[in-house]
């Protein structure tokens, strides 16, 4: 991996997986439309896994929930699957459930609060985010190299995943 071209060690494609999408509206619609494009536009992804072709990017990336369980499913820049890491999403769902609760007073702040109300709440939201992104990190470790920004988007993508009516 030491010899890989870093500009290929990256994501140039990311969905997720609709069926495990059940209910969005456009706040979040719009989030995760900014993720993907930020993530498409700047991130670092390197699976730890060799190839034994000695692939090293860039990466389609599929992300789904099953049975609690998050799948980064990984395929070539033409498709063809490479691998899927699996996660548990035990430690992932208190901070999940308290980003949309300070989401939630985020959207809210914004239409009936002060300037200073809605920057108290959108830095909670923001010290919440960057603690989930550098659990991701710590849950990829020896799995997929992320960057703390790649990380803090597929946080967002993941929550999206969870998003219930």
Not at 8 to 29: M, T
Not at 125 to 134: F, V
Request: proline share 3%.
């Amino acid at each position: 991996m030491t010899d890989a071209d870093p500009s290929l060690q990256r994501i140039i494609s990311i969905d997720l997986d609709e069926g495990s999408i059940v209910w969005r509206n456009a706040d979040v619609e719009q989030e995760r439309r900014v993720a993907i494009f930020d993530l498409i536009e700047d991130n670092k992804f390197v699976p730890q896994r060799g190839h034994a072709d000695g692939y090293a990017g860039p990466y389609r990336l599929k992300l789904r929930v099953e049975e609690g369980r998050l799948i980064f499913e990984i395929a070539r820049e033409d498709g063809s699957p490479l691998e899927a890491i699996i996660l548990g999403l035990g430690r992932f769902r208190r901070p999940i459930r308290d980003y949309f609760a300070i989401c939630d007073s985020y959207y809210q702040a914004i239409k009936t609060s002060t300037a200073q109300q809605i920057e108290t709440v959108d830095m909670a939201r923001r010290g919440l985010h960057n603690e989930a992104a550098e659990m991701l990190m710590d849950r990829l470790d020896g799995k997929i190299a992320v960057d703390f920004d790649t990380a803090r988007r597929l946080f967002t993508l993941i929550c999206v995943l969870h998003i219930k009516g």
